[in-house]
């Protein structure tokens, strides 16, 4: 609604980078804090965060040139002002920072799952902070809407993000910012209760790809092709991922916990014996 705050001299204060710069330090000290109380190394971890953060920027643009075919057909607007000021695709950054993380917890012999459960919330309130930062800009905006909590966009807003203006729209960005805000929160209850080392960023996947499968059905803005399967499928590409992540979480959810159980068992049948 706000997608400029200020200007310095001539340069602009976006909104949107404001939030995503908060987005990102919030994800890095409650990663730190929790990763720490997990008896994590603080300085390796913060390490890890800058190069994942990094790493997903990267990603989140890159996934771009897979569903945007205005980047796909014209490879020099990779270079443009408009990409680089772009968000990008999330779940391009999410890949990114896995990868990322996953050859630097090797690197720093850090445990994956344990490491990943202290990055799990962090995730969750990058998410609200960044799609506070669509809401303001303009971007990912919904299908009109009569319902009395449609938003109109302002005409700053059209002229930067193309969001049409004059009819009561689906606030989707606001209903992902604040479901992932309840994610957040019951991922930090779950982190002191968890089972298992992994339980808490399985989870996170598996609420992330729900969450956004469905309010995907809400949003109107292009959101590009992915090698032709969103026309086949009539599904959009995030859909199409929020499909292969939540069946794969879901899937090492149930293993991991039966392997846990299973390891609780045994030690229940082999404590009397050793003592």
Request: with cysteine; hydrophobic share 50%; net charge positive.
């Amino acid at each position: 609604m706000y997608p400029k705050l200020f200007r310095i001299g001539s340069f602009p204060i976006n909104t949107y980078g404001v939030f995503l710069a908060l987005a990102f330090l919030c994800a890095i000290l409650i990663t730190v804090k929790l990763a720490a109380r997990d008896g994590l190394p603080r300085e390796k971890i913060y390490d890890l965060c800058l190069w994942m953060l990094l790493s997903s920027l990267i990603g989140s643009k890159l996934l771009m040139l897979f569903t945007e075919p205005e980047y796909r057909d014209n490879p020099m607007q990779l270079l443009s002002l408009d990409f680089l000021r772009s968000g990008g695709v999330f779940y391009g950054g999410l890949i990114g920072a896995i990868l990322a993380g996953y050859f630097l917890m090797r690197r720093y012999k850090l445990p994956w799952w344990k490491t990943a459960d202290a990055c799990a919330p962090g995730i969750a309130i990058g998410n609200f902070f960044g799609r506070q930062g669509c809401f303001a800009a303009g971007c990912c905006w919904g299908k009109p809407t009569s319902l009395p909590w449609g938003v109109k966009f302002s005409a700053l807003g059209h002229e930067i993000t193309g969001v049409p203006i004059g009819v009561p729209l689906h606030p989707t960005q606001l209903y992902e910012s604040f479901a992932m805000l309840i994610v957040f929160f019951f991922l930090l209850w779950l982190h002191k209760r968890r089972y298992f080392d992994g339980q808490v960023i399985l989870f996170y996947a598996l609420l992330y790809s729900v969450v956004r499968f469905i309010i995907e059905f809400f949003r109107d803005d292009p959101r590009g092709d992915l090698f032709g399967l969103t026309t086949a499928t009539g599904l959009s590409t995030s859909q199409l991922i929020s499909i292969v992540v939540g069946v794969g979480a879901l899937v090492l959810l149930i293993l991991r916990w039966r392997k846990a159980s299973a390891g609780t068992a045994l030690g229940d049948v082999t404590a009397p014996a050793a003592a």
